[in-house]
Nanobody, 120 residues
């Protein structure tokens, strides 16, 4: 079993910054990518950013230039540096791990979520 533990959420004023962390532990095989998703009240969960084990990153358009995702492969930990936060960034942020077992088996694991609130 794999566990994902997120931290770093909280309340911040518009224009402020937060850094989210997600540490994976347990029976982790080969990580394809880790990422961050978010879900605001009444909305569907959406992709924020992903990073592969090789360091390739992808970002949603609404965070480009403001958020930076990174991964420490040795620690199986992914980070999301969030700058210039806006009220519309308010959501529960979820960490995801996508890994491969053997030749064809893909597993997806999710964290419990961490609340980010941007408000004055």
């Amino acid at each position: 079993q794999v566990q994902l533990v997120e931290s770093g959420g909280g309340l911040v004023q518009p224009g402020g910054s937060l850094r989210l962390s997600c540490a994976a532990s347990g029976s982790i095989f080969s990580i394809n990518y880790m990422g961050w998703y978010r879900q605001a009240p009444g909305k569907q969960r959406e992709l924020v950013a992903t990073v592969t084990s090789g360091g390739i990153t992808t970002y949603a358009d609404f965070v480009k230039g403001r958020f930076t995702i990174s991964m420490d492969n040795a620690k199986n930990t992914v980070y999301l540096q969030m700058n210039s936060l806006k009220p519309e960034d308010t959501a529960v942020y979820y960490c995801k791990l996508n890994s491969r077992r053997g030749a064809v088996t893909i597993d997806n694991y999710w964290g419990q979520g961490t609340q980010v609130t941007v408000s004055s």
